[in-house]
């Protein structure tokens, strides 16, 4: 009887890599090192950005309807919950050029 060379599950899941779970807990951020920093980041698509915010690095507004980085600390003095409340909106090249 032929044999089929599709894989069952056992073995895909075998080549499938580990899911990185840490970006789950900071609500889909990737984390980033700037000048010796870390920083948790996640970019809001124009559809989600419903808000203006100030740029901290140009001083320039981020309108709404824009897509850009929302930025804050890994290393926080006074916990997480504290981290988030200090974010940061920034133009997506500002962030880049920090």
Same mark, same amino acid.
């Given at each position: 009887? =032929?044999?089929?060379?599709?894989a069952?599950?056992?073995?895909? $899941? =075998?080549?499938? +890599?580990?899911r ?7 609500g !889909? $951020?990737?984390? *980033?090192t700037r000048? !010796?920093? *870390?920083?948790?980041?996640r970019e809001?698509? %124009?559809?989600r950005a419903?808000? %203006?915010?100030?740029? +901290?690095a140009? !001083?320039? *507004?981020?309108p +709404? !309807? ?5 930025a804050w600390?890994? *290393? ?5 919950? =504290? ?6 909106h920034?133009?997506?090249?500002c962030?880049?050029?920090?």
């Amino acid at each position: 009887m =032929a044999r089929s060379r599709r894989a069952n599950k056992y073995q895909r $899941a =075998a080549r499938t +890599p580990p899911r990185d779970v840490t970006r789950l807990a900071h609500g !889909g $951020a990737r984390l *980033e090192t700037r000048r !010796g920093v *870390e920083w948790f980041v996640r970019e809001i698509p %124009a559809h989600r950005a419903e808000k %203006a915010y100030r740029c +901290p690095a140009c !001083g320039q *507004e981020v309108p +709404p !309807g824009q897509a850009h980085v929302v930025a804050w600390s890994a *290393e926080h003095l006074f916990g997480d919950d =504290a981290a988030v409340r200090d974010r940061r909106h920034y133009h997506a090249h500002c962030w880049r050029i920090a």
